[in-house]
């Protein structure tokens, strides 16, 4: 059981290149959500997935896609990157309303 | 969206209680309060949750008080592993019918503990 996996660890990007940030869990949980952190901030939350099929805008989704695969899987698009989207990027799952939610281990983002 | 506030920072000796302290003033009858922490840049790990009760679980206990406007969540026996920025939360729901809560994360407090 390995929890929340995000994939890649560590990615540099030039300005306007795009990539995709993927993000799995084996929980058979119905939510997943995807954050961002810059430098001395908490964590915002850019887009989340209630149920699979279901996908819905957080605080900060300029620039931004989601794509709900499947039940396990929550991807996140940067169609043209911007300095402005250097940060670390977190996924998290959550069986149910009021359940507990569980963070994968982040992907740091370099955009120059 | 209810709002918390944290001291930015605390400091414990190893071995003692750490007392961490949130103010909730605006929260609702429903909303629970959760509490996060992060060590280094890793994910944000979960550490409790309480609605209007006292809660304890092997990491931590979450005292409430009575009107629900502040809460304090207690280390008993801090160690230099619990050195990270702890997140209190209340939990703020989706405007998605059926759908989940996302978390608000603040800047949180960074606890040192000192050996």
């Known amino acids: 059981n390995a929890g929340v996996t995000q994939t890649p660890k560590f990615q540099v990007l030039k300005t306007g290149q795009s990539m995709t940030l993927q993000c799995a869990q084996d929980?058979?949980?119905?939510?997943m959500y995807w954050y961002r952190q810059d430098p001395g901030m908490g964590l915002r939350l850019i887009y989340y997935s209630a149920s699979e099929g279901t996908t819905d805008k957080g605080e900060v989704p300029n620039g931004y896609n989601v794509s709900r695969l499947n039940k396990r899987e929550f991807s996140l698009r940067l169609e043209s990157a911007a300095p402005s989207q250097t940060s670390v990027y977190f996924c998290?799952?959550?069986?149910?309303?009021?359940?507990?939610?569980?963070f994968g281990p982040g992907t740091r983002l370099l955009v120059l | 969206d209810a709002k918390t506030t944290q001291p930015p920072s605390m400091d414990c000796a190893e071995g003692r209680a750490a007392n961490l302290p949130c103010n909730h003033s605006t929260i609702s009858g429903n909303e629970y309060v959760y509490w996060y922490r992060q060590i280094h840049s890793q994910g944000p790990q979960y550490i409790i949750h309480g609605l209007k009760n006292n809660e304890t679980n092997e990491m931590a206990s979450l005292i409430i008080t009575e009107d629900r406007k502040s809460s304090t969540l207690i280390l008993p026996h801090a160690t230099l592993r619990d050195t990270a920025v702890y997140y209190c939360?209340?939990?703020?729901?989706?405007?998605?019918?059926?759908?989940?809560?996302?978390?608000?994360f603040g800047k949180g407090m960074k606890l040192t503990v000192n050996p």
């Open positions: 939360i209340v939990r703020v729901p989706t405007s998605t019918q059926g759908g989940s809560e996302k978390l608000v």
């Open positions: 929980m058979n949980h119905n939510s």
């Open positions: 998290a799952s959550q069986r149910g309303v009021q359940e507990t939610q569980y």
